[in-house]
């Protein structure tokens, strides 16, 4: 699929709590001598949560749009009212845009 991207990020986003806790474990397990570990300290502490659900977010509706599109039951009538709907909630929301950068 080619929204995977956007379900990784989802999933990633879910398990939030949990790699915060495993970040913490290994700044006090002084696990930072592993090159791996000190890697993925460094990543946690590049991510900010609230800017990858903003992402997830605004990235959501076309997502959905898309799948629908692909669906074997949609029509090709279908695609164009739901371009139109995609590009309204952009238009709408274009100063979020401005927010994820």
């Given at each position: 699929?080619?929204?995977?991207?956007?379900?990784?990020?989802?999933?990633?986003?879910?398990?939030?709590?949990?790699?915060?806790?495993?970040?913490?474990?290994?700044?006090?397990?002084?696990?930072?001598?592993?090159?791996?570990?000190?890697?993925?300290?460094?990543?946690?502490?590049?991510?900010?949560?609230?800017?990858?659900?903003?992402?997830?977010?605004?990235?959501?509706?076309?997502?959905?749009?898309?799948?629908y599109c692909q669906g074997d039951s949609t029509l090709h009538i279908d695609v164009c009212s739901m371009l139109d709907a995609i590009s309204s909630f952009y238009e709408e929301?274009?100063?979020?845009?401005?927010?994820?950068?």
């Open positions: 699929r080619w929204y995977s991207a956007w379900l990784v990020m989802c999933r990633f986003y879910s398990l939030w709590d949990a790699l915060q806790e495993l970040k913490e474990e290994c700044l006090q397990t002084n696990s930072l001598r592993s090159s791996d570990a000190r890697a993925f300290v460094n990543a946690m502490n590049e991510i900010d949560k609230e800017k990858l659900f903003r992402v997830i977010s605004f990235l959501k509706p076309l997502v959905e749009g898309i799948d929301h274009r100063s979020m845009i401005v927010l994820l950068v």
